[in-house]
DNA sequence: TATGAATGAGAGTTCATTCAT
DNA sequence: GATGAATGAACTCTCATTCAT
């Protein structure tokens, strides 16, 4: 029996093939990151979770310990998903500025992709032992530690002033996520990219330098003026 | 028969006393907040909060109608108590933006004081059936709404530039929000004055415009003035 | 502290004034009675009793030890109008027959006044503990005796065939409850007037011998000719 | 997903298997009706139920959707053991007379056989909600309409009086219930066969005509030689 | 591996009864 | 004598978890 001991979560599930694990965790973890955002963890049955998955509930304890993890392995996909996508949409970009905004932008359509699901990660982390929570932390932490990098970076290049990089990121995080949270209120009067822009407008003039606004309005109006040449 | 109707939750209570209604009721709420943001509400059972308010598990229902009414009691104290204070710090600033400043860090205040309770009412919500989340969220609106006349007067004045103003009062209850919600983070790095500080300093940048920032700095010339001289 | 034993329940209330016992117990189980009915002993609360007595819940154990109590209380009256009713409508009939038709009609009538009480009586006896079921029994019995000597005597006189008396009475009893028990059923095809005629049709023919039969109809010839004379 | 509609109840089952769901219902409901008589509705616990039944508090909540349920279905359970046995019993008679006489017969030794259920069908309908109770009056009706079929064809044939076929039906079922309800005090002075018999004089009595008596001589006449001779 | 019937501890809620006023 | 707020034991029902098949 090679027991298979998951990186994250330290569970050895009962079972033995590595691929055979991962499909159904993530068929499992699928059901439940729906199920426990529509109506909160502790209104779901296992039952449920099982019967969307298309599993019997006696199977989701081969792969997962309790109902718990499932919260957790819940939690951690959605953030993974933050951390997977940023990079990936602003990898190949080179200038730190534009980078900045394309990072910012990119959380902010993550989340209204996965509005339910990020509620989830916000409220529900009060639900878990502490051990557990500490894992979240961390995973969070790493998320904003990409979007503090890219602050960082327009910091030392006088791009701009020289604010807490922690607290500006986390403003950035959570205007990001009150998309998701005040849905119901914001939606009535904007759309998402609207949004967006209101808060670049907002955060760009909390944070630009002289230089830093003299540098985005030459980047801009040559974004312009390439628009308006094409 | 002098039933006692709770103004907001529309419940009648089985007690005739109005005065010890009251009484009671606050009693019982004290302990159910605290417990709630300790444990969360599902960990919570009744018979604790009974025993924290010091009266049996069956006297909570007479004042109460069921589990679910104590949150919803809970979360309205929080709320409750930011319209309570801040108008009451504030009501006698005429300058406006003196007046917006003083608001945004009397929240904050009030949010360090009630962490627990503030996460609470954070993270519970969507505990609610939808009947009783409509309260919360006009309770919460309520709130914003005190922030976000301040914010239009220093518009309207020309001291704010023209942005949203919903959006720029949430980013306010946010920042002051996030203190309790980030404590185990933001703690290690300053004290809440100093949050509060970096908090005005991105704020005012954000929004300031040329005749605001000019005016703040006179008054602030002024303040240290006369700090100074005392 | 002359203290003040019920005949029946041997319970010794706590209050000495003997009429005001009486006059409360009385109003007390007027109330238990009519909810007892409408909505089963169990269902029904002491409190309910209380509210719709006028008094307050803790003033009933001052006349009744427990719940079950009441409810002893409560089938011994409805039985009690039974044996109270029956002998003063039926006492200055001297002619054996027409005594034994009288109290018949009467029995009849009585439960159709006290229709849901009768169901009472009837359905709740389980609910008492084995002594007071005793109790029951007794009262039951007395009144049965009441209607089992009407029926002796026309036996006797051999007006009636010699059946066993116990059943015979027994069926006169039981077409009477019956017509509470299934009145929902009854109603809609005769009033209470034509149920009873309907049942002296079915007990005369099972009891009266042949000169019990020729009598019958002399007085009723008599009767009639009386109502036509008229 | 096949899932298990009870007939009557309407009520889905959780299990899945008929077979299964055919065998613990019955199991369950063998425990509730001996208990629900003996203690009666109130006093018995669901986790009486169950350890009569020799399963789980919890399994019964995969077969019955509340405790009231479960008395629903032990009521209609001894009902449905009337509805049964009485054609069993008289199918193959063909005379109208003495198939009236057998169904009688047999209804009285049912009940003998089940006394303290046919108790609890009699006593504890009041304990259903309206909607339920309605299932019960109609299964009663059921049962009646048998009976009421039987006498039907004695009157049509001449045999019976021209009564009230339904009212008298409702004297035979009482008669027989009442060997139930009043066994206590019948038991004292006869057995079942000469409560029988008592029954069966009053009634052919009260219903037999001319025609209808002479053939019922004849009838005995002949049994009695058939006897006498073997 | 997978199933789903079975378990049983646990929580919310009710309500008969008491007792200080 | 009367009140009604307070008590707390008791009961129904749920649901995470297990285990025989």
Known sequence: MTEQADPVTDFVSQVGDEELVRQRRAQIVAAAVQLFSEQGYYRTKVQDVAK?????????????????????????????????????????????????????????RVVDQRRDATILAYRSTKSLAPARRQIIKRAERQTNQLIAGYIQTCIDLGLFRAVDTELATYQLVMYAHAWALKYWQFAKRFDLETYIEHGLDLFLHALLTERGRALLDRTTAAATARTAAS
Not at 99 to 106: E, I, L, N, W
């Open 52 to 108: 969307r998955a298309g599993v019997s509930a006696g199977l989701i304890y081969q792969y997962v310990r309790d109902k718990e993890d499932l919260l957790l392995l819940s939690i951690l996909d959605v953030l993974d998903s933050y951390t997977a996508e940023i990079p990936r949409a602003v990898g190949h970009i080179s200038d730190p500025l534009a980078r900045c905004v394309a990072a910012f932008r990119t959380y902010c």
